[in-house]
């Protein structure tokens, strides 16, 4: 059994299968609804509430057996009874109601559902008044004149609560003119200001708001509220429903106290446990069960399951936040609100997981939204809306906002007691500003112009986080503070200049309204940048102070974090304060819209990293899925709760690769919690580790759900969100409506573009190191001004870098013309304006030194050759001196020669002289010789002895002395041994005394050893001879016997005693020895003077010879020199007159090379940003950007070269021959961009329909061993880790499923650590190979990139172009047909190319060799041969090259004749490739088209035919032929003829012999537009008269009749 609410989406079977019952809204009539209630109300307790009710068995109760509660219910029913009758009050209200204007649909049942709720509230207000007063309850008259003013009460809320004031002043005004119930008779108060008493008066509403101050520390803290008449009325409406346990929906603009006002009333409920829910577009009814699992137990009872709060009689309030955000499915069906419905309706659900019902105990649902009319927002099924009363909570009226704000401002200006006098102007001038921007800024401009009453809460809270920590303020200070405030809460996320002027001028305007005295400059001079940066508190800063300041911790940044060169333009400064001044803030979360590249994340990074906040990024890939996110997200949630560590969150847009992500984050940033994130185990440890964290904190927290909301408080405490999104209007549209939370919870901060200024200031910073003055230059007097504050006398620099400017803007203007176009277009961002400035500076130096250095070699070279000449001349002049100094010494050598002769006889006479002295000689020595030998043998006998007895003496040890010296009385031997020592030793005085002190002296034992006996004298010798040595006891043993020192020393006086006894004895040989030796001397000395005379006439003559060999050497060199100084001569003037045509050229060269030194800055400019801009378009936009920065480079008085090549400026030959040799098609595109494949800043992405480019780029990185793969390739990260490690070249293919995992590489966001470069890839860090690169390219040129990756490539478009097809099919064509022609020519260009080549190198070479000459080029043989080589060769290359040039133009003349066919071949494939237009399955790729044109070209039909003429025309045929047969079998009938009258049209241009028949093309085209019919016109067969008669039309301008 089916009950729908209409057949939308019911099938015919379904229909035609089901008996049908139709239920009319007039079936149940309104007349039933209210005596059903009636009924009820007499019959039925209200305690028993609704639900038992209806289940119980109706029993017909007996007037007798009334208890005293349905007494007065029945009482209550029959005083109703009157207002519920056909055209009663009711039924009028109804009728008014339905035509006023609601919030959601009106629907009568919801309407009278809430005004029974209410009503039965008055009676349970009766009721409980009965019960409290039992001995006098309320009577009958105070009874009627309570329901029935009760009555109009809940009659006002019930049909209008969902409505905005004025409804709600509608109907009260309606209701007043109806009925005759008194009514309040107030002036200028309507029936909503009141509410009615037990008594059955009216009160005012304003009577209860109770006037409240705060306390000043609670300023801005979350849970204050400030009640006023419509929290005081909303409250006290929402506690009936509450208490009636009845779901109910608070439906108002966001910010409009909604949450508040519920918490408010729930507090007031202290049985009632409240859980937010933030609903979102993608939330399913999961989020219920898992919020369920963790708030509520499963109990199983006798009734069946049952679901209940884990606490114990409390309700569970579950408040579904944003309920109207849930997208529809294809039946529009809203998934959680019709669980919901179910829940509320039947009081329970299904569990899917054994399919049992589920009743709850104790839950209740509140809701609460934006109006269904906001985007986004799907409206509620009414079927959902019948249940619950909608109440419409609007923002606070200005006197609300006064009051509420008055009450914080008072509060917070209790800070400072000067300053207690201005809280009131404070707040007034706070309400004015803010509602003026509130009208002025709505959400159809922009989605985020969301300015609600949190803005001005914001507001305070910032104001007094600034006042909190000062002493003292002046007013001054005030003011600032609260516009520095008002413009981060305003002005920060307009997008228009002209708004953000709007707010800057009205925040004065305001200002000084409310605050006339002030000195207006000290408060509102702008800038107004404030930070804690400089100084401990919150306080106004100088800008350029703070510039210095940030640079400086930049520099740490760039080590320790993140390698990226910023620029401190203003509003980067400016942003860097906002973002910090967000995460200082508690719940700080902070939303950065801006395009790609303009420095979002690197500033929050810098900003975290500057607060102490630890970044978290998530890195998605293609494979990362809502699993991982929750993973990250616990890791996050967990560091930030248990840890307590603050963590800045940042996430980009390009990350949501999932809607669940923003539904999570929704939930996260509006409570600070996810439900169902942590469960089972994940729970339990995060209970663990919750309760160590606040056993850390000194807490004492034992349950699970303290510890909840303890880690909940430190989440929200520590964790700041930065999102940051592209301002791409849709993408922005879409999440302000998916995901309200971002853009209520966050900050919100428009980054937009960089302005005119930054780009300027940008361009300047980074090309201050190159040199861009001219002293000369002269401004135009039109100066084409892009950056409005270009200095008024602008120097060439300026100039400059305002075409940098320019440039920039051209690309946003030539997007908007593809768009227009229809074009795909490609994201401009500032990181292509900074490539654009990389390239500018790259190649600035690169063409400036190479200028530089050619220019040197060429002026070496003709330095050299003027030198050379001058040498020549010389060498002219030095050849007669030569011939003079050879005659003069031919004559000195002669002379030389008569002396040499003379000396020579003298020496032979002195030889002989001195040859009988030597004889003499001889015979002496001989004699000599013997004698000493005798002498000799005597002196050996005694010298051992003494030697022996020396070595005895030295042994004697000093304490053997001591011993000696200490007797007083010797023995005798001892005394006669020191007594002869002494005595010999030349002592007189031999008492003992003396003798034991000389004994003791330090060279006693030396003088002894040292002791020569020769030269003891005869009377010496004699005494001791005598007295001691002849004396029997004076012997070794028995002395030594005595004393062991005297023994040696005996021993020692004996043997030198006896040693000069002998030397005595051999003294007269000694003496004859001695005669005979000086005898021997004289003759030396004489033979010695005889040859001195030899030796010097010897060395005469030496040095005649050695004067003779010079003098003749001289001469010799002297007549050599002649001999080569006259070829040299020769050779010379031969090579200068070679030279001359070089020096010309050279000379011609140096002075172009002053010309292009001129022309570097502009010419380098367009070079540079058709590199980093160019490379996306086709040809013909190339063409016309480039136009466009030439005519603006003119008008700026840029010098640049009108005929600029930038194929020849940008690669040299050498380069473009390789490139050819490796597969790169030869026409100009391709060639520009394998320009822009070599000179890439950022990586290239190549748009490559045909596969030639990845050909190409397969054989230039052969030898790099370049790895192929593609992201869908499950080896990609492999491939990607090991090229990043390696430095191998990686081509990652099919782009359009591009991962994410890249963009660290893509951004090269590099960390250096310990001399490694590191990167990080997903989670894990790699070193980075510095010869890594990579290309990433796509097959298909339709494919729209989102900006964040066009800002981080270079696109390099390969698409085929008309010329460059038709060139590819020439060249097949003569390759297989005249193969002959087509090597010749080939073989041509490629002679041609290295002719040109070698002439280039010799040119070097001879340049080269030039330049390597030490000294005189006449000197060095070698450069002078090679110097003559070269030129030989140069002269036959030149002659080959003219060769060719013959041959060259033959061979054009072939290729001429197969250019219509080339021709025909690229139309047919460019009108295959439009024919999508037709019909969008006709789609054919290049290869397609290239399989036909080979198969055309190996016809069969060709085999026979031999004549090149025919073969010409057999293939024209066959590729038409062959191209519709392909074609044509895939196509519709009718466009077949469509297709083969175009087909005709190609072939009819390339017959020059035919006319083109425009005009009948034209007409096939047009139809009949604006022809008028002429002439007569007759049947034809098969056509109509519409059609003759065009036909005819047509063909009146080429014959006559028809």
Known sequence: MFEVQDLRYATLATVSRCGMVWFSEDVLSTDMIFSNFLQRTRNIPVEEGEEEATFAKQKEIKDDELSPSLQTQRDVANILQQYFDTGGLVVKCIEYAANLEHVMDFTKLRALGSLFSMLNQAVRNVLTYNHNHVDFPMQHDQLEKYISKSLIYTLVWSMVGDGKLKTRKDLADFIQSVTTIPLPHQQNMSIIDFEVSLQGEWLPWQSKVPS???????????????????????????????????????????????????????????????????????????????????????????????????????????????INLPNMDKYGTQRVISFLRQMVEHGGFYRTTDQQWVTFERIQFVGACNPPTDPGRKPLSHRFLRHVPVVYVDYPGKTSLTQIYGTFNRAMLRLIPTLRTYAEPLTNAMVEFYLMSQERFTQDMQPHYIYSPREMTRWVRGICEALRPLETLSVEGLVRIWAHEALRLFQDRLVDDEERQWTEKNIDATALKHFPNIDRKEALQRPILYSNWLSKDYIPVDREELRQYVKARLKVFYEEELDVPLVLFNEVLDHVLRIDRIFRQPQGHVLLIGVSGAGKTTLSRFVAWLNGLSIFQIKVHNKYTGENFDEDLRSVLRRAGCKSEKIAFIMDESNVLDSGFLERMNTLLANGEVPGLFEGDEYTTLMTQCKEGAQREGLMIDTAEELYKWFTQKVILNLHVVFTMNPSSEGLKDRAATSPALFNRCVLNWFGDWSEGAFYQVGKEFTNKIDLEKNNFIPPDMLPVTYDGLPVNAGHRDVVINSFVYVHHTLHQANTRLQKRGGRTMAITPRHYLDFINHYVKLFNEKRSDLEEQQLHLNVGLQKIRQTTEQVEELQKSLSIK?????????????????????????????????????????????????????????????????????????????????????????????????????MLGEQDLDWKSLRTYIMRDNFIPSIVNFNAENLPDDIRNKMMSKYVNNPDYTYDKVNRASLACGPMVKWAIAQINYADMVRRVEPLRNELKALESAANENRVKDEDVQKVIRGLEASIAKYKEEYAVLISQAQAIKSDLASVETKVERSVALLKSLASERERWEAGSEGFKGQMSTIVGDVMLSSAFMAYAGYFDQHMRHSLFTNWSHFLQQSNIQYRPDLALVEYLSNPDERLRWQANALPPDDLCTENAIMLKRFNRYPLIIDPSGQATDFIMNEYRDKKITKTSFLDDSFRKNLESALRFGNPLLVQDVENYDPILNPVLNRELRRTGGRVLITLGDQDIDLSPSFTIFLSTRDPTVEFPPDICSRVTFVNFTVTRSSLQSQCLNQVLKAERPDVDEKRSDLLKLQGEFNLKLRQLEKSLLGALNEVKGKILDDDRIISHLETLKTEAGEVAKKVEETDVVMAEVENVSQQYVPLAQSCSSIYFMLESINQVHFLYQFSLRFFLDIFTAVLHNPKLSSVKNYGDRLSILTMELFQVSFNRVARGMLHKDQITFAVILAKIHLKQMPSEPTYDDEFDHFLRGQKGIQLQGVTKRVEGLSQQQISQLGDAYTKEHVGF
């Open 883 to 983: 011939s003079r100094e050879l005659d003069e010494r031919n004559a000195a050598a002669n002379a030389k020669l008569k002396e040499m002769i003379k000396d020579q006889q003298e020496t032979e006479r002195r030889k002989v002289t001195s040859q009988e002295i030597q004889q003499q000689l001889i015979v002496q020595t001989r004699g000599i010789e013997q004698k000493r030998v005798t002498v000799q043998a005597d002196l050996d006998k005694v010298e051992p002895a003494v030697i022996e007895a020396q070595q005895a003496v030295k042994s004697i040890k000093k304490q053997q002395l001591v011993e000696v010296r200490s007797l007083p009385n010797p023995p005798s031997v001892v005394k006669l041994a020191v007594e002869s020592i002494c005595f």
């Open 212 to 322: 409240i101050e705060v306390e000043t520390h609670k300023v801005g803290a979350p849970d204050v509220v400030v009640p006023t008449l419509d929290t005081v009325r909303h409250e006290s409406l929402l506690y009936t429903w509450l208490a009636d346990h009845k779901p109910l929906v608070l439906c108002g603009p966001p910010g409009s106290g909604k949450t508040m006002t519920l918490f408010s009333a729930l507090r007031a409920l202290p049985d009632m446990e409240v859980v937010g829910l933030n609903f979102s577009s993608a939330t399913t009814p999961e989020l219920m069960l898992k919020t369920f699992d963790h708030y509520c137990e499963y109990r199983k009872t006798p009734n069946g399951l049952i679901l209940s709060p884990i606490q114990l009689n409390k309700w569970l309030v579950l408040f579904c936040d944003e």
